[in-house]
């Protein structure tokens, strides 16, 4: 565990998958990024869908970023992504610390691909045609420019966003949009780093207080693996943008011995960085 601030800061791995590796590493060779992470047989990666949870049992706030995959999907999804999300490992998580759906306040979504968010809603009726919301007490917080792109994407992204993801949470009124390109968190002890590269407004909160901080970085650094700069994804937009954003993280993490929670690396939860090597890397590992 972590303690930041009123918070205790917790890992909930919500279940895995695998992608493609050539994707998941753009432009860098097969022979350099499998010295980092092992393919199948199909060139899929393994990954973690890891969520955060926080908890400020003081002012009985419960904040969870992202909520994984989800149990949203077809055989036949389940297979093409090797989606490993047998049982509610959300929910025992959360039960891990004495909570249950009814107990979180607050949600923050990073962005509304269905890796990180399809668990925000399950399906109300046996027959898998109508989702509602998991978390019914809680505000979604979600950045408007990304809830604009996420509703009308562009052909090269729109596969990755569902409707039955985000639509129930807007038509039950519980959705939070987060304006501007530099705006400010109304939840206490954290701040947001909007980074634009991989999707437009994807919202990452940071965690701190006077002596420590620690930074989610979703998809802007999805594993290790992707600590140096022109190691980026082809599924990013821009990707330019990316190794910008990336540099300012890392820069954070020299300068303010800032904290990194990885959501889709398989074995680093969190971790310090080392920034004064050739390459930044894991410094020390952080048990959370």
């Known amino acids: 565990m972590i303690e930041i601030g009123p918070y205790e800061i917790h890992a909930i791995e919500t279940g895995r998958f695998r992608l493609d590796g050539g994707a998941m590493f753009g432009v860098?060779?097969?022979?350099?990024?499998e010295q980092k992470t092992q393919p199948d047989a199909l060139n899929r990666i393994p990954m973690s869908m890891r969520a955060l949870l926080a908890?400020?049992?003081?002012?009985?706030?419960?904040?969870?970023?992202?909520?994984?995959?989800?149990d949203k999907w077809t055989a036949d999804e389940i297979e093409r992504f090797a989606f490993d999300i047998e049982g509610d490992r959300l929910g025992a998580g959360l039960r891990t610390h004495g909570l249950g759906d009814d107990d979180v306040t607050d949600v923050i979504i990073t962005h509304l691909h269905f890796d990180h968010n399809g668990g925000l809603t399950?399906?109300?009726?046996?027959d898998a045609q109508r989702a509602t919301p998991r978390f019914r007490k809680a505000k979604h917080w979600l950045h408007a420019g990304h809830y604009a792109h996420a509703t009308a994407p562009t052909q090269k992204d729109r596969a990755s966003f569902y409707e039955r993801d985000i639509q129930p949470i807007a038509e039950a009124g519980l959705l939070e949009l987060v304006e501007g390109d530099d705006p400010k968190s109304l939840i206490p002890n954290v701040s947001w780093f909007l980074a634009n590269g991989h999707t437009p407004y994807q919202m990452l909160p940071r965690f701190f207080d006077d002596n420590a901080a620690i930074q989610y970085v979703a998809d802007l650094i999805p594993t290790v693996a992707h600590l140096p700069i022109p190691w980026v994804m082809a599924y990013d937009n821009e990707p330019l943008k990316t190794m910008t954003e990336k540099q300012q993280i890392l820069r954070d993490c020299a300068e303010q011995n800032l904290?990194?929670?990885?959501?889709?690396?398989?074995q680093v939860a969190a971790a310090y960085i080392d920034t004064t090597a050739k390459r930044p890397k894991v410094k020390d590992v952080v048990p959370c």
């Open 28 to 33: 860098v060779p097969r022979v350099l990024w």
């Open 55 to 70: 908890v400020d049992r003081a002012a009985g706030r419960v904040i969870l970023v992202d909520t994984g995959a989800g």
């Open 122 to 126: 399950r399906w109300e009726d046996a």
């Open 259 to 266: 904290m990194l929670f990885f959501e889709h690396d398989p």
